[in-house]
Structure formats: structure tokens, C-alpha cells
């Protein structure tokens, strides 16, 4: 069974950094591609960003990129999203996901999830 635990949430003021961490058991982050989602209220959960096995592709919102940056440590199992410029909207719960099959922009495509990260960014 595979669990993921979200990390490294918190109150940052606009145009500061943040580094969220997804540790991963039961299944290796290499092994699968590996995404991150983000959940604001009264929205729906919307694509950030994910990273591909074998490649390492990484993949990105047109809304973040530029500004975050996905990554994996294998060593660790970990996954991590490096936010940086936040901006106020960019305020949500942040989730990492585990795909399963299908297009990685859809949340319907992953197959476990995390309890989730707050992420608020003050303007």
C-alpha cells in the first residue's frame, strides 16, 4: 500500500520561497511518475506539477512555471516541490499524488494521494 506524507507547508509573505516535501512508502518515486496538486478553497484540486520515472521529465502549469520546480531524491524515496516568487494565489493545500495511467494533468490519473500541506502566501 502506498503512502505519501506532505511537508513543509506554512505562512510565507509574497515573493518568498517555500519547500514542500512528499515522503513516499511502498512504492519508489522512481519507479512511477510522481505529481503535485494543489486545492484552493472554493476551487477545485488543479495540476502543478509532476515528474516522469525513467526520463525524469518534469511537467508544469502554466501557472507556476518559472517558479516552482519538482524534483526526487531516490536515496530518500522523497519527492519536492521548490516554490519560489510566491504569490497570494498560489495559496491552496498542496497534495502529491502517485500515478496510476492516463494524462498526468488530470487528477483522475493518480491513484494514491497524500493528507495534504498548507501553503499561504500573504500579500
Known amino acids: 500500500q502506498v503512502q505519501l506524507v506532505e511537508s513543509g507547508g506554512g505562512l510565507v509573505q509574497a515573493g518568498g520561497s517555500l519547500r514542500l516535501s512528499c515522503a513516499a512508502s511502498?512504492?519508489?518515486?522512481?519507479?512511477?511518475?510522481m505529481g503535485w496538486f494543489r486545492q484552493a478553497p472554493g476551487k477545485e484540486r488543479e495540476f502543478v506539477a509532476a515528474?516522469?520515472?525513467?526520463?525524469?521529465?518534469?511537467y508544469y502549469a502554466d501557472s507556476v512555471k518559472g517558479r516552482f520546480t519538482i524534483s526526487r531524491d531516490n536515496a530518500k524515496n522523497t519527492v519536492y516541490l521548490q516554490m519560489n516568487s510566491l504569490k497570494p494565489e498560489d495559496t491552496a493545500v498542496y497534495y502529491c499524488a502517485a500515478h496510476s495511467h492516463g494524462s498526468y494533468y488530470e487528477q483522475e490519473s493518480f491513484g494514491s494521494w497524500g493528507q495534504g500541506t498548507q501553503v499561504t502566501v500573504s500579500s
Open positions: 515528474i516522469g520515472c525513467s526520463t525524469g521529465n518534469t
Open positions: 511502498g512504492r519508489t518515486v522512481s519507479s512511477g511518475t
